[in-house]
C-alpha cells in the first residue's frame, strides 16, 4: 500500500459501522451441546468460535481454544458451559470498526458478539471482517473517484456547444491577510477534484497565488481572480480598481515593488510576483491604467506540447 492509501484505510476503519461488516448468519449452539458436536459445526462450518445461546439471550462464546482443552482433558462429551467463556465482550452494530479493534486488543479474542440497541445478537464480527470491509472500501472509493475523473474529463466533450467553459469567480478583499491565498487554495481544490493533471494544477496555483497577493496588497478597494477552464487550456484573469502601475516595464523586474515598509516587514510584496507569473505561465497578459486598475491574464495549456507544459519537470 502507498501512504495515502494506508491513510484512506485508516480513516475508513473510523467511519465504517460494524452493523455494515459483521457476519449476519448466525451459527450458534446451547449450553447442553457437547464439544463434540461442537467440534463438528466448527469442522463444518470453518469457523473458529460460536456464540452460546439460552433462550434468545447470549450467555458465552465457546472457541477453538476451548475445543482443545477439551481434546486435552479427553471431554468431548462434557457440554459447552463447562468450557465456555462466559463473561462475554460485545460490540454494537452502529459503532464504528476502530472501536471493534480496540475492544479486540483489550480483551485478547478473535471474535465479538454484535448486539442491536436492544442488546439481542444480530451478528459476530472478526479482525478478518474489519479487513474485508475495509478493502471492498477501499474498492469501492477507487472505482467512484475513477468514475467522477471519467465524468469530469468528459464534460467538455459531452456537451454541445462550440465552446463549453467552466468559469469560477472569487472575490479577493483589500489588506485581508488573514484571508490571503485562499481564493488560490479553493481553485487548486477544485483543479484536483476535476482530475486535472498534478502539474498543471501546480502551476495554476502559483500563478493564482502570486495574482491573489498583488490584489491583496496594492489594490485599495479589492478585486477579483477568476478561472476560465475549458478543455484546452486554463486562464486566470485578475483585476482591480486600485492605484494601477505607473511602470508596467519596470513592474516586470525581479525586486521591483511599490509594497509600503510594513507590507515587506510582514514578509510580502518582494516584487517578485509578476515574474514569478510570468515564468509559470504560457502566456502573460498584463494592462494597468494609473488610479484605474490593473488587469492580469495568464493562460496555462492543458494538453503535452503546448507552451511550457511539455517541458516542466518535477
Known amino acids: ?46 469457523i473458529s468460535g460460536l456464540p452460546v445461546m439460552r433462550d434468545e439471550h447470549l450467555v458465552g462464546i465457546v472457541s477453538i481454544e476451548d475445543l482443545i482443552r477439551a481434546l486435552e ?19 454494537g452494530e452502529g459503532e464504528s470498526a ?76 483589500v489588506r485581508d491577510f488573514n484571508r490571503a491565498g ?31 497577493m498583488n490584489i491583496v496588497i496594492h489594490s485599495t478597494t479589492g478585486g477579483n481572480l477568476v478561472a476560465e477552464i475549458n478543455s484546452e487550456l486554463i486562464a486566470v484573469l485578475a483585476y482591480d480598481s486600485g492605484p494601477g502601475i505607473e511602470d508596467v516595464k519596470a513592474a516586470m523586474q ?7 515598509d510594513w507590507i515587506r516587514e510582514m514578509g510580502f510584496g518582494a516584487g517578485m510576483g509578476l515574474v514569478n507569473i510570468k515564468a509559470t505561465a504560457d502566456e502573460m497578459h498584463l494592462d494597468s491604467w494609473p488610479r484605474r486598475g490593473t488587469k492580469l491574464e495568464a493562460v496555462i495549456y492543458l494538453k503535452p506540447g503546448e507552451g511550457k507544459t511539455g517541458h516542466e519537470t518535477e
Open 182 to 212: 485562499r481564493a488560490s487554495s479553493q481553485l487548486k481544490q477544485t483543479l484536483v477534484r476535476l482530475g486535472i493533471d498534478p502539474r498543471i494544477v501546480r502551476r495554476v496555483a502559483i500563478v493564482s497565488y502570486e495574482a491573489e
Open 73 to 91: 482433558a479427553n471431554e468431548l462429551d462434557a457440554e459447552v458451559n463447562t468450557y465456555m467463556s462466559s463473561l462475554v465482550r460485545t460490540v
Open 254 to 260: 525581479p525586486g521591483w515593488s511599490t509594497a509600503p
Open 98 to 173: 476502530v472501536r471493534a479493534l480496540s475492544a479486540f486488543g483489550r480483551a485478547g479474542v478473535g471474535r465479538l458478539p454484535v448486539v442491536d440497541d436492544d442488546g439481542r445478537l444480530v451478528g459476530i464480527l472478526t479482525p478478518g471482517d474489519i479487513t474485508r470491509g475495509v478493502l471492498r472500501a477501499l474498492e469501492r472509493a477507487y472505482h467512484e473517484e475513477e468514475l467522477r475523473k471519467y465524468r469530469v474529463r468528459h464534460v467538455f466533450e459531452d456537451i454541445a456547444s462550440d465552446r463549453t467553459s467552466l468559469i469560477l469567480r472569487y472575490d479577493i478583499p
Open 1 to 46: 500500500m502507498t501512504p495515502t492509501e494506508v491513510l484512506k484505510a485508516q480513516e475508513l476503519v473510523y467511519e465504517l459501522k460494524i452493523g455494515d461488516i459483521m457476519t449476519r448468519r448466525l451459527i450458534t449452539v446451547s449450553p447442553e451441546t457437547t464439544m463434540r458436536e461442537v467440534k463438528q459445526v466448527l469442522r463444518d462450518h470453518r
